[in-house]
């Protein structure tokens, strides 16, 4: 697990050679109009977790590649940052636009789920969250992958900690292009995968009002003793 990158970030961009373009942002009809449409104005502050940009992007563009299924959109380019090897990440979880935005969990037992969705009338943006029920704090590598036109963009967040019984907010925003002679060529979300990696866990800390209940209680206790005792 890195932990040395907290104040850098890092944007990685991979263009492969092929795309099937999109007609205007957020529409889902393909059309193949030229190649290696581009990023447009997409980067590693479009997907944010309490108000923190991710610390990497990777675009792939035109390799048929869905994360629902393949890590292989972000694996390899995210192995130096993260430290993260690229046969070490799992599939956590997904949701996808047609079964109705339903977060469907892939891991049992780790103790986090997550939630995203669309801003009204939107296809493009919305917001998102991760949420720890177990009663331990988890620190993971996180990246948000997802699938929109023949492009797959994918977001690591690194070293992230999540308290025992935390959730935490986010936003996601899509800005790649479709179509290399449109600059409104934004696909629409189709599904976003959820990979964790360097997953490890340690007990949660009592804050410090949990430690003075327990030391008025023990005063107590002593309190009464010593009256019995008198």
Do not use: C
Not at 51 to 75: C, D, E, K, R, T
Not at 101 to 122: E, R
Not at 207 to 215: G, I, K, N, Q, V
């Amino acid at each position: 697990m890195k932990t040395a990158i907290k104040a850098a970030l890092f944007s990685i961009l991979l263009v492969a050679t092929a795309a099937h373009a999109k007609p205007g942002g957020g529409n889902n009809n393909n059309n193949n109009q030229g190649s290696n449409p581009g990023p447009g104005h997409s980067g590693a502050g479009d997907v944010t977790l309490s108000s923190q940009p991710s610390s990497a992007f990777a675009l792939v563009q035109g390799q048929q590649i869905n994360p629902v299924q393949s890590n292989a959109g972000f694996a390899t380019q995210f192995a130096t940052p993260s430290q993260t090897p690229a046969n070490g990440w799992t599939l956590a979880g997904t949701v996808e636009k047609d079964n109705g935005m339903a977060f469907s969990d892939k891991v049992v037992g780790d103790g986090l789920s997550f939630s995203l969705s669309k801003a009204t009338g939107s296809d493009v943006n919305g917001t998102w969250s991760v949420s720890n029920s177990s009663s331990k704090n988890t620190t993971l590598d996180l990246v948000l992958s997802f699938h929109a036109g023949n492009n797959v963009g994918s977001f690591l967040f690194n070293d992230l900690t999540i308290n025992a019984g935390q959730t935490m907010n986010g936003t996601w925003l899509i800005q790649w292009l479709n179509n290399a002679n449109s600059a409104n060529s934004v696909p629409a979300f189709s599904n976003v995968a959820f990979y964790t990696g360097s997953f490890s866990q340690t007990a949660a800390v009592p804050e410090p009002s949990t430690y003075a209940m327990l030391l008025g209680g023990l005063a107590l206790m002593g309190y009464v003793a010593r009256r019995r005792k008198a």
